[in-house]
């Protein structure tokens, strides 16, 4: 096990991940399940902690009001790409570019050519699934790694059996650097948690900041870990026993 030591639990700031974090990994991103509990115990640390509680996804910031409601003031999805920054507030989106046309139609044939396979439409790119098609992986991956070859706005990034074309210049450790920087997160200490290679960055501004970054495999175990440590917060006021 490794750990970065938790600030005082009345002076941080939660920012959390969601797929592999907060929920088990599924087959497919529309097969995720939120245990019972889960929301009351978010909504429930986001008062303690004055309001200091965000989600942090790849995800569309709409999916995330759909599985979790209102238990995240905040919420950056599309790695950065969306923030909004409390809840009922606009949603604040850096300028980027949309992918090529000919990638997505490329991307949608991918899905065509490799059953179990699964194109998804991102808002600033897009993702090839391969979960239920593992052999497809290697081909998928060289496919998309020649359309982002020569871009200068675009890079290839692995997820879990998945591909995604993602714009550069976003990413979660700017979406943590952002939220920070006002109400109700300023002047406190970050603790950010993920599972995933995009969620270093998350940790590393975090730790930049003064504050932590936690590994799901490290701390937790898994999702499930990370979720019995929360209701331990949740009912304690106080940050539950890491293993
Ligand atoms: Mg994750």
Same mark, same amino acid.
Request: net charge negative; glycine share 12%.
């Given at each position: &096990?490794?750990?970065d030591?938790?600030?005082p +639990?009345r002076?941080?700031?939660?920012?959390?991940?969601?797929? @592999?974090t907060?929920l088990?990994?599924?087959?497919?991103?529309d097969?995720?399940v939120?245990?019972?509990?889960?929301?009351?115990?978010?909504?429930r640390i986001?008062?303690?902690?004055d309001?200091?509680?965000a989600v942090?996804?790849?995800?569309?910031?709409?999916?995330?009001?759909s599985?979790? @409601?209102?238990?995240? =003031?905040?919420i950056?999805?599309?790695?950065?790409g969306? #923030? $909004?920054?409390?809840?009922?507030?606009a949603i604040?989106?850096p300028?980027?570019?949309p992918?090529p046309r000919?990638?997505?139609?490329r991307?949608?044939?991918?899905e065509?050519?490799?059953?179990g396979?699964?194109?998804?439409r991102?808002?600033?790119?897009?993702?090839? =699934?391969?979960?239920l098609?593992p052999?497809?992986g290697?081909a #998928?991956?060289?496919?998309?790694? @020649?359309l982002v070859?020569?871009?200068?706005?675009?890079?290839?990034?692995?997820?879990?059996? &998945?591909?995604?074309?993602?714009?550069?210049?976003?990413?979660?450790?700017?979406?943590?650097?952002?939220?920070?920087?006002? /109400?109700p +997160?300023?002047?406190?200490?970050?603790? +950010? #948690?993920?599972?995933?290679v995009?969620d270093?960055?998350?940790?590393?501004?975090? $730790?930049?900041?003064g504050?932590? @970054?936690?590994?799901?495999?490290?701390?937790?175990g898994?999702?499930?870990?990370?979720?019995?440590?929360?209701?331990?917060?949740? /009912?304690?006021?106080d940050?539950?026993a890491?293993?």
């Open positions: &096990m490794s750990s030591p938790l600030p +639990f002076d941080a700031a939660l920012l959390l991940d969601l797929d @592999g907060l088990d990994l599924a087959p497919t991103p097969s995720v939120v245990p019972p509990g889960l929301t009351d115990a978010l909504s986001r008062d303690q902690l309001g200091a509680l942090i996804t790849g995800r569309a910031i709409e999916t995330i009001d599985l979790l @409601g209102d238990a995240p =003031h905040a950056a999805g599309e790695h950065g969306a #923030i $909004r920054p409390a809840p009922g507030a604040e989106r300028d980027l570019k992918p000919s990638w997505l139609k991307g949608a044939a991918l065509a050519a490799h059953p396979s699964m194109f998804e991102k808002p600033r790119g897009f993702g090839l =699934h391969f979960r098609a052999d497809a290697p #998928i991956h060289e496919a998309l790694a @020649g070859a020569d871009s200068k706005d675009f890079w290839l990034m692995p997820g879990h059996m &998945m591909w995604e074309i993602r714009p550069r210049g976003v990413d979660k450790g700017d979406a943590v650097a952002r939220l920070m920087r006002s /109400a +997160f300023l002047g406190r200490l970050p603790v +950010f #948690i993920g599972d995933d995009t270093e960055d998350g940790m590393r501004v975090a $730790r930049s900041l504050g932590a @970054g936690l590994r799901v495999q490290d701390v937790f898994d999702a499930a870990g990370v979720r019995v440590w929360l209701y331990d917060t949740a /009912a304690a006021g940050w539950g890491l293993r």
